[in-house]
């Protein structure tokens, strides 16, 4: 059953999305060629606890770490390790909090040194298709109309589009109703009402659509052993628009990036 957020709720999942927003726009300027992922890890744990909150999935279903790191082919659900990051690599960064009893959890798939012109277009298109699905996400409209949205534009430009990995609705549990797949009809599914809170994102591989997982019991990577992209974010759906929680201006400030994406998804200025 989808769980409606009031008004005090949602400025509360505002916090907690921040916190990961703020997270991963810490962890933007370190994730360069040579940079340890346990390391990093231990960084966003104690950043986070130091904004007040909880990392969201250490030991949710005894994952070990704070942050899901999945490069260059991994998917999802990678564990960080000991193997520093390579100049040319990418890497997908998902990461979660917990504050005041409601979960932030959103993902950025990061460039390290110079990436490849493929591969930057495949994360240039994965994002975009963030915000295309987000678009669709307005009162009235179905779940299928966002997956429709987000596969539509992924597969016209070649890519495949993972079916057994969704978005989801959150709150205060970190997986609640919706499912928000990344594929779909359009016109079907739940129908979206004002006070609905959802994680929208996009896992994209470069080829096929295939994935299998590792015998870890957790990484999932591409069969065809070709990069794939997600890019995340928490939105609500305030007055029958779609409202972002979260942000990816902290990493686009550590980065240098000058970036509007966000602005027609946004009715409050951030707090810096």
């Known amino acids: 059953m989808v769980k409606i957020k009031t008004s005090e709720e949602i400025e509360l999942m505002r916090e907690s999305a921040l916190v990961v927003s703020k997270t991963l726009g ?3 300027s370190e994730i360069k060629p040579g940079a340890n992922p346990l390391k ?10 130091e904004q007040g909150a909880e990392p969201g999935f250490l030991g949710m279903y ?13 998917v999802v659900h990678g564990i960080p390790n000991n193997e ?5 690599d990418i890497i997908s960064v998902d990461c ?5 009893g409601y979960y932030g959890d959103h993902a950025y798939t990061f460039e390290v040194g110079e990436v490849a012109e493929e591969t930057k277009k495949l994360l240039r298109v994965t994002k975009e298709s963030l915000y295309v699905g987000i678009g669709q996400f307005k009162e009235g409209n179905r779940v ?3 997956g429709y949205a987000i596969q539509n534009y992924c597969e016209t430009h070649g890519y495949g589009v993972v079916r057994e990995l969704v978005g ?8 609640e109703d919706p499912q928000m797949p990344n594929y779909g009809k359009r016109g079907r599914g739940k129908k979206f009402v004002n006070g609905m809170v959802v994680a929208i994102e996009p896992m994209i591989n470069m080829g096929t659509r295939r994935i299998k997982q590792l015998n870890d019991g957790w990484t999932i990577l591409t069969a065809d052993g070709k990069s794939s992209a997600h ?4 939105v609500a759906l305030v007055d029958g628009k779609p409202e972002l929680l979260s942000t990816f201006q902290y990493i686009y400030d550590a980065l240098g990036v000058t970036s509007d994406e966000e602005n027609e998804f946004r009715s409050q200025k951030l707090a810096f």
Request: proline share 4%; hydrophobic share 35%; no cysteine.
């Open 26 to 28: 810490m962890l933007a």
């Open 40 to 49: 990093l890890d231990k960084m966003a744990e104690d950043f986070i606890r």
């Open 62 to 74: 005894d994952f070990p770490n704070t942050l899901n790191w999945s490069p260059n082919s991994q």
């Open 84 to 88: 520093t990051l390579k100049d040319g």
């Open 96 to 100: 979660g909090a917990l504050k005041n």
């Open 144 to 146: 299928g109309d966002v």
């Open 168 to 175: 989801h609705g959150l709150g205060t549990e970190l997986h």
């Open 231 to 234: 890019f995340e974010h928490d």
